[in-house]
């Protein structure tokens, strides 16, 4: 069974940084694109940025870029998202979610349950 | 590329057949995936490339549309269906999901 445990979230100030990180388990990680999408209270989902299984395609949202960052450790199973610069209106639950093989062209297969930041003063 | 749905909420009776539709900003060919979320949980896949089940979902779940125009039926709304539904283009980057259409009981 697949399962995504997203962690790292928190009330940050703005302007702060945080670490998301995403532990998965129940599928061979390192074959799969990964990808994190947000949804702020009460509103829809927003992408923001995936990552291919060898980490050479990286695409970013408009409103994050150059902002956060991506990353994979396939030697442990688990995907981040350094978040700098953050601002209010980044507050949001951040879903952690496994592609079906890459991302383009196929779909979000299974989701993690989500981390909640909170960037407020 | 953007999305739109319509209705944007609609209300409805068990076994009723409901209809949503998505409307691309440009053609996506048929990399358009649909995903029911209830208050409080991630989204799950319902279809992908337009009108293919997930395994698993309920075979009143269907998709069609190629292109720009796209559609989500459930054939015979069960109490379970009340939730929220949204479009996702993975055509192009950056993905883009639509605004939702919000299902709830009449």
């Known amino acids: 069974e697949v399962q995504l445990l997203e962690s790292g979230g928190g009330l940050v100030q703005p302007g702060g940084s945080l670490r998301l990180s995403c532990a998965a388990s129940g599928f061979t990680f390192s074959s799969y694109s990964m990808s994190w999408v947000r949804q702020a209270p009460g509103k829809g989902l927003e992408w923001v940025s995936a990552?291919?299984?060898?980490?050479?395609?990286?695409p970013y949202a408009d409103s994050v870029r150059g902002r956060f960052t991506i990353s994979r450790d396939n030697s442990k199973n688990t995907l981040y998202l350094q978040m700098n610069s953050l601002r209010v209106e980044d507050s949001a639950v951040y879903y952690c979610?496994?592609?079906?093989?890459?991302?383009?062209?196929?779909?979000?297969?299974?989701w993690g349950q989500g981390t909640l930041v909170t960037v407020s003063s | 590329i953007q999305l739109t749905q319509s209705p944007s909420s609609l209300s409805a009776s068990v076994g009723d057949r409901v209809t949503i539709t998505c409307r691309a900003s440009q053609g996506i060919s048929s990399y358009l995936a649909w995903y029911q979320q209830k208050p409080g949980k991630a989204p799950k896949v319902l279809i992908y490339a337009a009108s293919t089940l997930q395994s698993g979902v309920p075979s009143r779940f269907s998709g069609s549309g190629s292109g720009t125009d796209f559609t989500l039926t459930i054939s015979s709304l069960q109490p379970e269906d009340f939730a929220t539904y949204y479009c996702q283009q993975l055509n192009n980057y950056p993905f883009t999901f639509g605004p939702g259409t919000k299902v709830d009981i009449k």
């Open positions: 990552m291919s299984n060898s980490g050479d395609n990286k």
């Open positions: 979610v496994k592609c079906s093989t890459a991302c383009q062209h196929n779909w979000f297969d299974s």
